[in-house]
């Protein structure tokens, strides 16, 4: 009985770490704006903005890139983030999906690049998108996951304020087993330990 109790709780275990399959892997993010006279570089990055001081943004306290770009995924502040005057915008990994923002402030916002770099990265797909002008494309190729937006002033939609977000289910390469099995397992053990109070009500 005590090794079928074993089963029933390494299922229940295995089952939840489906919520934690990045914890402990190494991820490097970079955010760039295209256009607006911003110069090339890695707004996630507090020492590029440090050198760049004429753009007037920063990584504001709290956030997990407030010292390098490259952060351990773990529990807790996951968020990478840049703010200026005109927005703020954050991507947050937990567990395994990855939610992105851009809060405007009544000036809109230029097309921007995200790119994510982990060794544990093996896929990603959107869950929700209500990003305007198309949404955020999604891609990947090898271990660095690529996010774009064209922005808020598209030809068809010009949008000076408002907050927009995306949600993705990021694929790992230490994936926890799919639901269906997680029951199957589950189902084995508790159907193993219902047998075994049967035969000791048998044999008495």
Same mark, same amino acid.
């Given at each position: 009985?005590?090794?079928?109790?074993?089963?029933?709780?390494?299922?229940?275990? +295995?089952? !939840?770490? =489906?919520?934690?399959?990045?914890?402990?892997?190494?991820? $490097?993010? %970079? #955010? @760039?704006?295209?256009?607006?006279?911003?110069?090339?570089?890695?707004?996630?990055?507090?020492?590029?903005?440090?050198?760049?001081?004429?753009?007037?943004?920063?990584?504001?306290?709290?956030?997990?890139?407030?010292?390098?770009?490259?952060?351990?995924?773990?529990?807790?502040?996951?968020?990478?983030?840049?703010?200026?005057?005109?927005?703020?915008?954050?991507?947050?990994?937990?567990?395994?999906?990855? +939610?992105? !923002?851009? =809060?405007?402030?009544?000036?809109?916002?230029?097309?921007? $690049?995200? %790119? #994510? @770099?982990?060794?544990?990265?093996?896929?990603?797909?959107?869950?929700?998108?209500?990003?305007?002008?198309?949404?955020?494309?999604?891609?990947?190729?090898?271990?660095?996951?690529?996010?774009?937006?064209?922005?808020?002033?598209?030809?068809?939609?010009?949008?000076?304020?408002?907050?927009?977000?995306?949600?993705?289910?990021?694929?790992?390469?230490?994936?926890?087993?799919?639901?269906?099995?997680?029951?199957?397992?589950?189902?084995?053990?508790?159907?193993?330990?219902?047998?075994?109070?049967?035969?000791?009500?048998?044999?008495?």
């Amino acid at each position: 009985m005590k090794a079928i109790l074993a089963l029933a709780v390494s299922v229940f275990v +295995t089952s !939840t770490s =489906a919520f934690a399959q990045l914890a402990g892997t190494s991820d $490097t993010g %970079t #955010f @760039t704006p295209s256009g607006g006279g911003y110069p090339g570089g890695n707004y996630f990055d507090p020492a590029f903005l440090s050198a760049n001081p004429s753009i007037g943004g920063f990584v504001p306290a709290g956030y997990a890139n407030a010292s390098s770009p490259t952060i351990t995924i773990a529990a807790g502040d996951n968020t990478f983030a840049y703010q200026d005057a005109y927005n703020l915008d954050t991507a947050d990994f937990n567990g395994s999906t990855l +939610t992105v !923002t851009d =809060a405007m402030n009544e000036n809109g916002a230029l097309p921007w $690049t995200m %790119t #994510f @770099t982990d060794p544990a990265f093996t896929g990603i797909s959107a869950v929700s998108n209500n990003f305007i002008n198309g949404g955020i494309n999604a891609s990947i190729s090898g271990d660095v996951i690529t996010l774009q937006w064209d922005g808020s002033y598209g030809p068809d939609e010009y949008v000076l304020h408002g907050t927009y977000t995306a949600d993705f289910n990021v694929n790992s390469s230490a994936a926890a087993p799919d639901g269906a099995s997680t029951i199957a397992l589950l189902g084995l053990a508790l159907a193993g330990l219902g047998s075994m109070k049967r035969l000791k009500a048998f044999a008495r």
